[in-house]
């Protein structure tokens, strides 16, 4: 008799947003995290900083980036502290019908942050899903530390508002930033490799559209959540993560395991973050 195989032997899970509603305002909350610690860290003019932060999110994807690409350094220990150590989170529930979602798919589960690894940890242990995944792949997963040259301040800082300003110029010239994170999609293929992940198998969740486009190109089955409604490259769209079952019965059907798979990096001994 042939065993039945399931179309997808991992879940890949983004956990701001995805795993917890928008409406937490954590969201809010880090964004105007990250505008402080661009006044109060980096001198920057609190006149330009909302516009400033909006370009470099939209042209990489996080603004974290965007500060490294034009010339900005720091310690990325020292920016995540600032960012993510004062918020609030206890407006993030525990939320028992995920967990118990989560707990009875049979298949590898694996959070997929931008964020760095004590922010993830902190989030899924208010959430109550600290046990429900395989592992974490975070900031420190894709990126290395920057303490031994945070000291090599570079004296010009690239005017990235001036730039765009004039449309004749090209995006594809803008400079290029050392951090590694989602949308790229060199991010999300060294995501992959580092869990050994096949991508043909693996349905990729994300709140945010850029992302789902980005997994779509490199191969990944990808589910939108926050929305019913789908857009280009969305196989899914789920307005609330706890529609899981509901859209995709099929995660459920046939009793088929997924094969053993060996991880290439680490899990570290405190949380299962992915090296």
């Known amino acids: 008799m042939e065993i ?31 505008k402080d610690y661009m006044a109060e860290k980096l001198g920057i003019d609190k006149t330009k900083i909302l516009e400033l ?34 918020l609030p989170y206890e407006n993030i529930k525990p939320d028992y019908i995920l967990r118990s979602l989560l707990l009875s798919l049979p298949l590898r589960k694996i959070i997929f942050t931008n964020a760095d690894k004590l922010h993830a940890a902190r989030a899924l242990e208010r959430l109550g899903l600290e046990d429900c995944f395989e592992g974490i792949l975070c900031f420190e997963s894709l990126n290395s530390t920057n303490r031994d040259n945070i000291n090599d301040h570079n004296d010009e800082i690239f005017d990235i508002i001036s730039y765009l300003s004039d449309h004749e110029k090209p995006v594809c010239a803008l400079p290029k930033t050392p951090i590694v994170c989602k949308p790229s999609e060199t991010a999300i293929v060294k995501a992959l490799e580092i869990a050994n992940i096949n991508p043909q198998r693996t349905l990729f969740f994300d709140d945010s559209v850029r992302n789902i486009q980005a997994g779509k190109r490199i191969g990944l089955d990808t589910v939108l959540v926050g929305t019913s409604q789908r857009v280009k490259y969305a196989d899914y769209a789920l307005e609330n ?15 088929a395991k997924p094969e053993n798979v060996r991880y290439s990096g680490k899990l570290a001994v405190e949380t299962p973050v992915i090296a």
């Not at 993560?241 to 009793?255: C, D, G, M, V």
Request: charged share 25%; hydrophobic share 30%; aromatic share 16%.
């Open 4 to 34: 039945e195989y399931r179309k997808y032997d991992t879940l890949l899970f983004d956990l701001d947003d995805t795993l917890y509603p928008l409406s937490s305002g954590i969201a809010r909350e880090c964004g105007q995290n990250i």
């Open 53 to 86: 932060s909006n370009s470099l999110y939209k042209n990489y994807g996080t603004t974290m980036a965007g500060l490294r690409a034009i010339g900005y350094n720091f310690d990325y220990d020292e920016y995540h502290s600032f960012v993510h150590g004062r």
């Open 241 to 255: 993560i706890h529609n899981l079952k509901e859209a995709l019965p099929q995660l459920w059907e046939s009793e």
